[in-house]
T-cell receptor, first 113, second 116 residues
Framework: QKEVEQDPGPLSVPEGAIVSLNCTYSNSAFQYFMWYRQYSRKGPELLMY????GNKEDGRFTAQVDKSSKYISLFIRDSQPSDSATYLCAMGRSGTSYGKLTFGQGTILTVHP | GAGVSQSPRYKVAKRGQDVALRCDPISGHVSLFWYQQALGQGPEFLTYFQNEAQLDKSGLPSDRFFAERPEGSVSTLKIQRTQQEDSAVYLC??????????????FGPGTRLTVT
């Protein structure tokens, strides 16, 4: 079993929909949580970075962390065709191995006009 | 400002050849990372530098893989005697922070390596 599980999709939604993307993890040492967006043949782009449980909002994006359930989510409101990409969750441990990110497989999202 | 740049963007190598992949991090970033991304998968950690010091190389898959950052800026990932299973996208990331803060990482476009 992988340390970080992410449904690869693909997920297809109409423009304007609310999108929910999720990851689960098994290792309680993960304390730092990130969401990246990756367009085809590009590098991942950092969208959200959170440490504590709860919600963090940035424009149309909301990141949610539930450490008790080992579950994180990214919500995209008013989705646009330009949001079509692969979304990767990533996690970092406390203690040693600072900086080493463990990624999920990525969810492919298509927003159609 | 300028982001992380990587060169070459594409590399085709015959099995058994040595390759060198270059990463230019964002100016002033102290932390630098290399990841390997197989098709349809998330990136997997290879190694971490803080300035010129290689603090973690636990992800390097074999002793054929070697990374350096001699002056604390540009980094090179070298793969000796390439094998077909080395075919992947190699991503470089940098961070202005160290230690716990180094989770805030900015990625380059990657080098797509194909071993034939």
């Amino acid at each position: 079993q992988k340390e970080v599980e992410q449904d690869p999709g693909p997920l297809s939604v109409p423009e304007g929909a609310i999108v929910s993307l999720n990851c689960t993890y098994s290792n309680s040492a993960f304390q730092y949580f990130m969401w990246y967006r990756q367009y085809s043949r590009k590098g991942p782009e950092l969208l959200m970075y959170t440490y504590s449980s709860g919600n963090k909002e940035d424009g149309r994006f909301t990141a949610q962390v539930d450490k008790s359930s080992k579950y994180i989510s990214l919500f995209i409101r008013d989705s646009q065709p330009s949001d079509s990409a692969t979304y990767l969750c990533a996690m970092g441990r406390s203690g040693t191995s600072y900086g080493k990110l463990t990624f999920g497989q990525g969810t492919i999202l298509t927003v159609h006009p | 400002g300028a982001g992380v740049s990587q060169s070459p963007r594409y590399k085709v190598a015959k099995r058994g050849q040595d390759v060198a992949l270059r990463c230019d991090p964002i100016s002033g970033h102290v932390s630098l990372f290399w990841y390997q991304q197989a098709l349809g998968q998330g990136p997997e950690f290879l190694t971490y530098f803080q300035n010129e010091a290689q603090l973690d190389k636990s992800g390097l898959p074999s002793d054929r893989f070697f990374a350096e950052r001699p002056e604390g800026s540009v980094s090179t990932l070298k793969i000796q005697r390439t094998q077909q299973e080395d075919s992947a996208v190699y991503l470089c990331a940098s961070s202005p922070r160290r230690d716990r803060g180094a989770y805030e990482q900015y990625f380059g476009p990657g080098t797509r390596l194909t071993v034939t």
